[in-house]
């Protein structure tokens, strides 16, 4: 083996290493040159040509069947042989097999203490495995099997499996069964399966004491003493690397790091083999790694309810990642998957940290939770980039990506489904920041999605639009300072999808360039449902329409549209915080909150009834005419009725410095049908009375088209006000 850099760790994981590693530890060695070594053969139906010892050739063989009209296989057992000591057992075999494409295969089985013989599965192979499921009809069909033929069968080469069997306690009787099986019509060369030899051991199980040292290689430091390089596994380091509890290593190449078990290398490590080289962290196994974990081609880490903490995680070269479980932290540096998309998913919800600044470039699609679960944390300052992005991709899936901490972001450049067909949730808070092309949260029927974007500095920046609750059941919640922003948004788009978006908390904003709830920008869909409350900012550049099944709460906070619609039988439930709109269409019903035309200086249109059953309308002076400008007032035009049915409160502000003159007036409120009622009361804002100005309000025409005008006047006129028992102007002062 020869060191790729003096500075890092490397794994070499040799399976030509096995004889060496084995030696005084089998429980069963044969190579058969000389005797059958015992074992024994039981055929099924009638084989052509069954397990036969070839005493020159040195082998066991079969033959197979063709053509008898019936299904048959043939078994070759192993000698019973008896453990001796508690711990796991290899089994390992040099072997050739040429099966009929498809149809014909070989199994390994084992048999525990006289029992009938069981399936070894194929995930138990760690060389040279099975290489497909029977379609025959025989007794293999439908099961993992070596099949076709094995590489370099026609020139006579035999290949070496490896197979973990398990663990087994001292006093286990064990057997090992190779079976053939055969279909009715063809077979493959002869022979169709040859076995050149075969051993059972055990595997080495070391712990470290650290009696001696800190060095791995003080043989002092191990029971029993030597080290796992004096064995199966070759570990070359530079510095001292520092290991606690339980190191399983065997004699195959491969290390597993078992429940409660740590290993600390404090430089690099990599996994790399020629014919095996595997990892595993099991559950409640820790590795830490301080610098880089790399994975060469032949080379596996195997995350399975283990702890994994490195430097920087680099699979760029073509090994493989099998993460089903646990946690995998990438601290400073940098992850790097082989090129295309990259899937965190498994039943034991694999979860991968990137924190301390480290990054991560997916140049395909980034999902979390495909089939079963998958969770992705970006901490203190990461980075992550994407083209696509699903979380919960498939059906009853479950995925969680959350992006937390002062610089930390994440890039989608395209599109972002949370819950696309399963379940998805982002966390976005403490100052994390999204950015990503158009988003769909809820995108399927029967999925369900939750965004959150909580805290000050939080951002999600979406370029190319957002829909929550497309045909799925979706949420968006914006609170506590945080910000979202895209151009057009639809809430409960196409029939049975439900969204739901609340914006609460002082600071917390979204905008958005238009705005549908409820349905498309075209037509009535599912449910949808925005509220806004408690500081809350919701600003819509255009359009914000709702249709049947939409719903608008506006009860704190602010509202700001250029035109809100609800002629199309929408809700909007307005209790508190204040609306800026230019045009609203539909009754405008105020149950106490503010009307404060235009974003500062503006009119507001009504197209319908103007219904103030409690809140205020709030008007601002900057000159003496209505309009946008600095120099001019707010209006409100309404192209019905007027009611002021709850006495509402008419608030008098400044704007830009201007003081009235006495005799100024201001034509603040118009209706093409009637008016009925009155304010309850006036507040004009001190920074009027301060200079001796206040108002009179003047009620004109209100059985038809008319107006409310208020006129300048001197502030000893409001004692005189008083005495005729008129309406009080009070003092007031709000800034917006």
Request: overall charge negative; aromatic content about 8%; glycine content about 18%.
């Amino acid at each position: 083996m020869r060191l790729r850099t003096a500075h890092l760790l490397v794994l070499a994981l040799c399976a030509a290493m096995a004889a060496s590693a084995r030696a005084g530890t089998y429980l069963l060695w044969e190579e058969f040159d000389a005797t059958d070594g015992g074992f024994g053969v039981v055929d099924g139906g009638p084989v052509d040509g069954p397990w036969v010892w070839d005493s020159v050739a040195g082998t066991w063989r079969t033959d197979g069947t063709e053509n008898q009209g019936t299904p048959t296989f043939s078994e070759l057992n192993s000698p019973v042989v008896t453990v001796a000591a508690d711990g796991p057992l290899l089994l390992e075999f040099d072997h050739r097999y040429s099966f009929e494409t498809g149809w014909d295969g070989g199994q390994m089985r084992v048999s525990l203490n006289g029992g009938g013989y069981q399936t070894v599965p194929g995930a138990s192979f760690l060389a040279n495995g099975y290489v497909g499921v029977i379609t025959g009809n025989n007794i293999l069909n439908g099961q993992e099997a070596f099949n076709g033929d094995s590489a370099g069968y026609g020139t006579g080469a035999f290949l070496t499996s490896v197979v973990d069997l398990g663990i087994f306690q001292a006093g286990d009787q064990v057997s090992v069964q190779f079976v053939g099986a055969w279909d009715q019509i063809g077979k493959g060369s002869p022979p169709n399966w040859e076995i050149n030899s075969a051993a059972v051991w055990y595997s080495l199980m070391v712990r470290w004491t650290g009696a001696v040292s800190n060095d791995w290689y003080d043989a002092g430091n191990w029971d029993p003493a030597g080290t796992p390089a004096d064995e199966a596994v070759r570990i070359v380091e530079s510095g001292h690397p520092t290991a606690s509890a339980l190191v399983r290593a065997d004699g195959a190449g491969a290390i597993t790091i078992t429940s409660e078990a740590s290993v600390t290398f404090q430089a690099g490590l990599h996994v790399a083999g020629t014919t095996v080289g595997a990892l595993t962290i099991a559950a409640g196994g820790r590795l830490e790694v301080g610098q880089t974990l790399k994975l060469w081609p032949g080379g596996t880490v195997q995350i399975d309810g283990g702890q994994v903490t490195c430097g920087s995680f680099d699979n760029s070269a073509g090994g493989t990642l099998d993460f089903s479980g646990g946690t995998l932290t990438v601290d400073g540096g940098s992850f790097v998957p082989p090129a295309g998309s990259f899937t965190l998913d498994g039943p034991g919800d694999p979860n991968l940290t990137l924190a301390g600044g480290s990054q991560a470039s997916i140049s395909g699609t980034l999902i979390a939770g495909g089939a079963a679960r998958g969770t992705l944390n970006v901490a203190g300052g990461a980075h992550v980039t994407s083209t696509w992005a699903h979380i919960g991709s498939l059906a009853n899936s479950t995925g969680a990506v959350t992006v937390a901490g002062d610089g930390s972001t994440w890039t989608n450049g395209q599109g972002l489904d949370v819950g696309w067909q399963g379940n998805g949730t982002l966390m976005i808070a403490d100052g994390g920041h999204v950015t990503n092309g158009y988003v769909n949260i809820a995108n399927m029927a029967n999925s369900t999605g939750a965004v959150t974007v909580e805290g000050d500095g939080s951002t999600w920046t979406c370029s190319s639009g957002l829909q929550v609750g497309l045909s799925g059941r979706g949420t968006l919640t914006i609170s506590d300072g945080g910000s979202v922003s895209n151009p057009s948004a639809f809430i409960g788009r196409y029939a049975g999808g439900r969204g739901t978006v609340r914006v609460e908390g002082e600071g917390s904003t979204w905008t958005s360039t238009s705005l549908y709830v409820g349905g498309s920008n075209t037509a009535g869909g599912g449910v949808g449902t925005v509220t806004v409350s408690d500081g809350g900012l919701l600003e819509v550049g255009g359009a914000l329409k709702l249709w049947p099944g939409g719903t608008l709460g506006l009860a704190g906070g602010s509202l700001t549209a250029a035109r809100l619609d609800i002629s199309e039988g929408g809700t909007f439930s307005f209790t508190g915080g204040e609306l800026h709109v230019g045009t609203f269409v539909g009754d405008l019903v105020n149950d106490g909150g503010a009307i404060c035309p235009g974003g500062s200086i503006g009119l507001t249109a009504v197209d319908g009834r103007l219904v103030m059953n409690a809140g205020s309308i709030e008007i601002e002076l900057g000159g003496t005419t209505p309009g946008f400008g600095n120099d001019n007032h707010d209006q409100i035009n309404d192209s019905g009725t007027v009611l002021l049915a709850g006495s509402p409160t008419l608030a008098i502000l400044p704007w830009n410095g201007f003081v009235p003159e006495v005799g100024d007036e201001f034509v603040i409120l118009t209706w093409q049908v009637g008016l009925d009622g009155q304010f309850g009361a006036v507040e004009a804002d001190p920074w009027f009375t301060d200079r001796g100005i206040t108002f009179d309000l003047h009620y004109g025409n209100v059985d038809g088209p008319g107006n409310l005008t208020i006129a300048a006047v001197p502030e000893p006129a409001t004692l005189a006000l008083l005495a005729l028992g008129g309406l009080a102007v009070v003092g007031r002062r709000r800034g917006r």
